[in-house]
């Protein structure tokens, strides 16, 4: 039997190897601190909670593909408020079932190789989805480093200038996993003119927009001419949401349409009791603000500890990732090898593509507590 070779090729699943790691460590005997994937274990607001609960109706219908207006009209506030920018409700909003099911749908939506748009163009090190899922779609992939000398930006004008009219999609992720870089808008504003100038989409995934420490980060939102972007946009990490699944897409309002039939015919959409839990997260920042205090002081540990140890942070601007050199000569799978040893899970920057090698990432996940167990473990390993 003949499989689609996106799913039996040799790519896997980033953390695969990392799962193996952690079951070393527990055969061991330890209880292992995972800071290897982005999945927060702060609880989820209780308002956000009691939302929740109180929607479970006596019977749930079939929800709809486009979500219920009440949600589409808090997502159109929440990037009003948030990012000083009108969205319409009706025409360029779509919740989804955490912004990955929107990202992966996206090239099932806005490829067309008949006419010659086969070409998806990400970032690496990156967050894998987007490649993978445009492989499945049949897409050729052109992966743009992303690069420290550079700020961890893009330099699109590597991409030889006659692919451009090939390019159907161009993934941006800022802030970034994993560099934990963030974007000014200028490149925002560049990016959407040229997408407009040769007829591609500019894909935005936002997902870190909430997670900073600084100046609050900026969005594709922003740019004047929106015709070619779409934001992706997620309850996930902002509210401690991953469990939800709840997310959503504002785009040109031809490319909602589209995304809606698409949702029609592959049976996704977002239960209703999930949006009404998510259309009381999107009401207050004061959950997303005590949250960030908790990653700051997480951060915070890190930060000293690093710089006491010598281990240099090459990215920590906003998300709660540390992105890290590795220090000495150890590739970034064997470091991350020796710490699990001892307990402490990390990422090796080559699980993200092959320009993260020399890197490693730290997810600030963990509670405060664990954080604190974990620096005592690494003050000594390292
Ligand atoms: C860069 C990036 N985008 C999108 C997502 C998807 O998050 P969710 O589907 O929970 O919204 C993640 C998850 O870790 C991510 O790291």
Known sequence: MRLNPALTGPLQYPFAALDEARSRAVAAGLVPIDFSIGDPHEATD?????????SVEERSRYPRSE????????????????FGVGVDPATEVMPALGSKEAIFSLHFIALD???????????????????????????RVLRLPLREANGFLPEPEEIPSATWDRVAVFWVNYPN???AAAAPLD?????????????????????????????????????????HVAVFNSQSKRSSMTGYRSGFVVGPPPLMRA???????????????????????????????????VYRAKRRLFLDLFARRGVRVAGCEATFYLWCEVPGEESSEAFATRLAEHGVIVAPGAMFGSAGEGYFRLALVPTLEECRRAVDILEEVL
């Open 46 to 54: 209780p308002a956000i909670r009691r939302a929740l609960q109180e």
């Open 67 to 82: 979500g219920l207006p009440e949600l589409r009209e808090a997502i159109a506030a929440w990037c009003g408020r948030r």
């Open 113 to 139: 190789p008949t006419a010659g748009r086969d070409v998806v163009v990400v970032t690496e090190p990156g967050y894998p989805i987007p490649e993978r899922a445009a492989r499945l779609a049949g897409a």
């Open 177 to 179: 996993n994993p560099t």
């Open 187 to 227: 490149l925002y504003r560049r990016l959407a003119e040229h997408a407009a100038r040769h007829g591609y989409l500019l894909a935005s995934d936002e997902a870190y927009s909430e997670i900073y420490f600084g100046e609050p980060p900026a969005s594709a939102l922003q740019v004047p001419d929106r015709s």
């Open 259 to 293: 995304y809606r039939l698409w949702r029609q015919l592959s049976g996704v959409a977002v239960p209703e009791f999930i949006q009404r839990a998510t259309i009381r997260a999107l009401a207050g920042e004061d959950h997303v603000e005590r949250m960030r205090e």
